[in-house]
């Protein structure tokens, strides 16, 4: 039961139903219009925009639904906050040194985006993290100051570690974190090779284990960095080729999305004390890399559980801050440069996914008799009492009943002793029935176990213009929660309940676990369509930027979405920065190996074998030429009719 009556309803009891305020961070609010709108900053001056505008100027330029939206000035305030909150910290600290963000390109790599951060992160000295070759030769394309970091993980082949050197050679600060022992042969060897001194680093096995969805990953168990006894053998290697001078950070990585400070805090501990180590070993050091990590509180709720966290940016700055130095400080070890790879929280906040509803389904019964159709079946007036007589005090009963003389009624039309008329009289009589007890459920005091999913059973589905597996691969893969919620009409009360299906006919391609300030739960509150007039209803999925844009795969081929960068300028108009228009069917075909030239021709001859029979004319044939080479150019979701032209 709604607290504020229907009737009564305004934007603000949206803002609270979806939580909008708290997890939105200050980017993202409601306005009095009932609008989802994005807040961002010009030199201090706050300027919001509304989404529905957004999208009707996406309309308007043919960049048709799903599509992501990415806010750039919501990209760049997070660059500048983490800087920010960072260099506060060192100089309240008293710190003696500085910190060096780097973006690891794994978390987003797309052009637009690898773009932004490193042109607006320039004035912050913002590098990268590659953990391929592939990603390498992203940041080497964006380098243009040589303060920024590159710092590369994951394995190396010569071919990866030669093209490092050269960066090197041109002066730019490019570390290899090494993982194993082979590879820093491979390092030792190409560096003597190309007569280039190299910068390396470390990647240590932390002990500490973190709470969260990568719990399993952290600790002993971790798959990543060298034990222990290979930490010292690296630096025994490396003195012995004399070059323990190249020997400069220590890399650590709990795992991403660490919900609870006092992990970080530890892990910090533990780094700390690996570093001073090596610094007992005699390596030069300076950088202390605390990897990624930093968390998104995509339920809002500031609290210790997968998808939230307990604490703040500043305070995980300090805490890092301090613990670094609290901990050299006895042992007269100078600071090093503080290095931290935050992707999540660095991309989350800017891109949102976008769609339309096409369809609902709801569960609500056809028209019903008042009383028993004359020769139908005698269940059929049982339930028909069964729905006359439900009340408070016997739901339960009713319940037990209702589904018995359904089920009897199946039974007999298996047999072939039921018509068809029967049957859906029962099902729409039976979903009667379950559709009273289950409005009655908010007045009781306890719901039997057996009752407590019939909300859900109930729920209407949502068909929506977006393919699960392409746009959020996470809610499939690692039951990821995102906030989720209709970008209009928030100033009307949203009266469905409805789970979401995605375009997919995949029984997974759905959304049925939802993050809401009154908790976890199965539905979504959600606005009933406006019937007929042709009015779209959006809905967005928020903080989709970090990992979702490119694990997407092509099932059911539906391919990359419409991408859209918006740039909102002070006055509180906005550009369309950047537009991308996601992949035709063409697109995904050739991604299959098909050749859609070659899938022309075989239809071609196809149509006209049909006209020499005699089945078309030519006329004809041209038409259903076109509509198949219209087809081929089409975007592979949804189009609305007259959409397609591009
Ligand atoms: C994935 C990864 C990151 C990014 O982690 P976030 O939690 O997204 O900040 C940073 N460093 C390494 C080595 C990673 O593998």
Known sequence: MPAVEPENWQASDSAALYGVDAWGAGYYSVNERGEVQVHVEHEGAPVAVSLLDIVQGMRARHLDMPAVLRVRNVLDHRIAVLNESFARAIREGG??????????????????????IANYGRRYHHGFEAGSKAELIIALSQLRDTESLVVCNGYKDAEFIDLGLYARRMGYPVFFVLESLHELRMVIERSRRLQIAPLIGVRMRSAVKVDGHW???????????????????????????????????????????VPNIRNVRSGVLEACQFYAGLVAEG??????????????????????????????????????????????????????VLVSESGRAT??????????????????????????PEGGSELIAHLLEVLQRVCAKNYQECYN?????????????????????????????????????NALLPQLERVPPELESLPEQLSDIYYANFSLFQSLPDIWAIDQLFPIMPIHR????????????????????????????????????????????????????????????????????????????????????FDFAREFHGDSIADVLSYVEYEPKHMQEQFRRVAEEAVRSGRISVEERQRILQAFRDSLQGYTYFEKEGSWQR
């Not at 991309?347 to 028993?372: E, K």
């Open 215 to 257: 719990s399993q990953d952290s600790g002993d168990r971790s798959i990543f960095g060298l034990s222990t006894t290979a930490l010292l053998q690296v630096a025994a290697e490396l003195r012995e080729a004399g070059m323990l001078d190249c020997l400069q950070m220590l890399h650590c990585h709990l795992g991403s999305q």
């Open 347 to 372: 991309v989350a906040y800017s891109s949102m996914l976008l769609f339309n509803v096409l369809d609902v389904r709801d569960c609500l019964p056809g028209p019903l008799p008042s009383a028993p």
């Open 401 to 437: 009943d209702a589904l018995f003389y359904r089920d009897e009624l199946r039974e007999l039309f298996h047999r072939g002793q039921a018509s068809l008329r029967d049957r859906a009289l029962a099902e729409d009589l039976c979903l009667a029935v379950l559709q009273r007890i």
């Open 490 to 573: 928030l100033a009307e009360y949203p009266s469905r309940e409805a789970i979401l299906a995605d375009l997919t006919c995949d029984c997974d391609g759905r959304i049925d676990r939802f993050t809401l300030p009154s908790g976890e739960r199965s539905t979504l509150p959600l606005h009933p369509l406006r019937e007929g007039e042709g009015e779209d209803y959006y809905i967005g999925v928020f903080l989709v930027g970090a990992y979702q844009e490119t694990l997407g795969d092509l099932h059911n081929l539906f391919g990359d979405t419409n991408v859209v960068n918006v740039a909102v300028n002070p006055d509180g108009s």
């Open 95 to 116: 710190y003696g040194n500085v910190y060096r963000g780097v973006f690891p390109i794994k978390v987003n790599q797309q052009c637009h985006v690898i773009e932004e």
């Open 283 to 336: 390596a030069p050091m300076g950088y202390l890399d605390l990897g990624g990590g930093l968390a998104v509180d995509y339920e809002g709720a500031s609290a210790n559980t997968t998808h939230s966290m307990n604490y703040q940016l500043d305070e995980y700055c300090v805490n890092i801050v301090e613990t670094v130095r609290e901990t050299l400080d006895p042992l007269a070890i100078a600071h090093p």
